[in-house]
């Protein structure tokens, strides 16, 4: 299969991770400059005190909260920027992104007025509204009058957050990778061969649940992961990147009715059907589960002896689709976003804008990616001390056919959540994938 430039662009970043030479590590921070005083003309004449800069509060919107492994990461970063920035008072408002109430928070604050000085958020799709009704501001021309801060950024990176106008609205911080994530422990005391292609999977499924062992951890509600890679597994890069655009691709129908498939074997918790994201994780950190489709943030959470046994594979692809069993799902799908209002405000612009250069330095982002195992944003970075199961996942993404951004960035959010909601009734065999993807793609026409 032939790559794409995108996929070229991301191989590149991956291999910076592990080749480049410590070049990145320019301050990508703030260029501020006071006046200089100079030598009086009299002795007489005096320099009058430069005046202490007037109070500013600013309040940032993020998910790097509750048990997010770079929770203390950006947490110290926000402390070092108001202890060089006294005259700065930060509200670090937080809510978990597998929390489904975060985009609704996000719209709602960002048209009723109560819009964030700096957001981060998803791109693509889910950004359209805040782009579209004018609240966040693009930002390529403070890009472009700090060529330090631009050169830091990998190209890729800056790349994959350019919205569908060709303008930069998010400035990334880490990537992501997601994939399948194997106890290969597990998998070796049970003889069981690794889940490399559909027929090992289905194998490994049923082996798995005949030793009372729950093969592939997923809620199916909060279905994210699970949709995401089964479509890609049957649709291929092409077909996924389509979204339901142009009708429905029979190969999107594949993946779901392969989901039914491994449902039918065993393959999800009893429960897959009341449990969330974060229950699902605990299941595969607690050793209970031997599979989970998950990202690269995930791996941090897991218990060390899980960590230590995980592999990151990409997904098999499905038998008679268009996937070649190295699409992997990945790139940069979120970044922070300057509010309108504070642009627009005297009082806030400066300290806003040398705030987002301060959490978007090479610095700061080293930080973050080594305490979520992201691919950094920064050209040059490499984080420190990454769990082999991170190393596994770049490799994956090194050796990828395809790197694609998520099915829920290339459709609208009601889009999705139907998918969302499908996803039982059709396991379960109360719909077909048909059924399930025809209602998706009415919500789709009408919201265009």
């Not at 479509?231 to 979204?243: P, R, S, W």
Request: proline share 6%; charged share 20%; aromatic share 8%.
């Amino acid at each position: 299969m032939k790559k794409s430039a995108l996929t070229i662009l991301s191989l590149i970043l991956m291999m910076s991770m592990f080749l480049a030479a410590c070049g990145g590590g320019n301050n990508g921070g703030n260029n501020n400059t006071g006046a200089t005083n100079t030598p009086s003309a009299t002795p007489s004449e005096s320099t009058e005190p430069s005046k202490a800069p007037d109070p500013v509060d600013l309040r940032v919107f993020s998910t790097f909260g509750g048990t997010d492994a770079a929770r203390e990461a950006f947490q110290k970063a926000l402390d070092d920027f108001t202890a060089a920035n006294p005259h700065v008072k930060i509200e670090n408002d937080v809510m978990s992104a597998n929390d489904d109430g975060f985009r609704t928070k996000v719209n709602t604050d960002m048209t009723s007025g109560n819009e964030p000085d700096l957001l981060f958020y998803f791109v693509g799709a889910d950004a359209n509204e805040i782009i579209s009704s004018g609240k966040v501001v693009a930002l390529d021309e403070e890009l472009a009058a700090d060529p330090e801060w631009k050169n830091g950024f990998a190209p890729a990176a800056l790349e994959f957050t350019k919205h569908t106008d060709g303008k930069t609205y998010a400035i990334p911080l880490t990537g992501f990778f997601e994939g399948l994530m194997v106890n290969k422990k597990i998998f070796a005391d049970n003889g069981i061969e690794l889940p490399t292609d559909w027929e090992k999977f289905k194998a490994a499924v049923s082996a798995l649940k005949a030793k009372g062992i729950i093969p592939l951890s997923g809620p199916f509600d909060q279905s994210h992961y699970l949709i995401e890679h089964f479509v890609l597994a049957a649709a291929g890069a092409e077909g996924q990147k389509k979204g339901l655009k142009d009708g429905v691709d029979p190969n999107w129908e594949k993946g779901l009715a392969a989901m039914k498939e491994v449902y039918d074997l065993g393959a999800f918790p009893e429960d897959a059907a009341t449990i969330d994201l974060g229950m699902a994780a605990n299941y595969y950190s607690e050793g209970l589960a031997a599979m989970i489709l998950e990202g690269s943030w995930a791996i941090g959470g897991f218990s060390d002896d899980v960590k230590a046994n995980t592999t990151v594979l990409p997904f098999p692809a499905i038998p008679g689709g268009a996937g070649t069993g190295k699409d992997v799902v990945g790139g940069f799908g979120t970044g922070f976003y300057m509010s309108k209002a504070a642009y627009d405000d005297a009082a806030k612009k400066d300290a806003t804008i040398a705030l987002l250069k301060h959490l978007t330095s090479p610095e700061v982002i080293k930080n973050i990616a080594t305490a979520n195992g992201g691919t950094p944003a920064a050209a040059g970075v490499q984080p420190e001390g990454l769990a082999q199961a991170v190393l596994d996942g770049f490799a994956m993404v090194s050796e990828a056919t395809s790197v694609n951004s998520p099915i829920d960035s290339k459709v609208t959010p009601e889009t999705f959540n139907t998918i969302r909601a499908n996803i039982q009734p059709v396991v379960t065999g109360k719909k077909t994938p048909a059924e399930a993807l025809a209602e998706a793609k009415e919500i789709e026409t009408a919201a265009k």
